[in-house]
């Protein structure tokens, strides 16, 4: 059983800055990666990034490279995403993942993952 607690959330305004945490509970993670998906109202569910658990490595969307950072810290099962410059358009529940990461057809895709019960992030113009 893994539980996956994410935090952080809140409303700012166009041009702030937000950190989302993430806090994994239940199992070890030295095999998967950790990581970010987004869902706006009305639209699906998008991958931000992900970071493997072992080596660091980072994953992003093309679209979410340069105002979303993903880090992790192994000694506290935890990854976080630090948003930059946010503006209305990142109005959506953000939601962390575990889970190993694919790679097809230009974008990233995480089948089998575990899901927290997400976190809303509102921006106001």
């Known amino acids: 059983q893994v539980k996956l607690v994410e935090s952080g959330g809140g409303l700012v305004q166009a041009g702030g800055s937000l950190r989302l945490s993430c806090v994994a509970s239940?199992?070890?993670?030295?095999?998967?990666?950790m990581g970010w998906h987004r869902q706006a109202p009305g639209k699906e569910r998008e991958f931000i990034a992900a970071v493997s658990w072992i080596a660091g490595s980072t994953f992003y969307a093309d679209s979410m490279k340069g105002r979303f950072i993903i880090s992790r810290d192994k000694a506290e099962n935890s990854v976080y995403l630090q948003m930059n410059n946010l503006q209305p358009e990142d109005t959506a529940i953000y939601y962390c993942?575990?889970?190993?990461?694919?790679?097809?057809?230009?974008?990233?895709?995480?089948?089998?993952?575990?899901w927290g019960q997400g976190t809303q992030v509102t921006v106001s113009s």
């Open positions: 993942h575990a889970g190993a990461t694919h790679y097809n057809g230009g974008h990233y895709y995480t089948p089998d993952a575990y």
């Open positions: 239940g199992r070890t993670f030295s095999s998967v990666d």
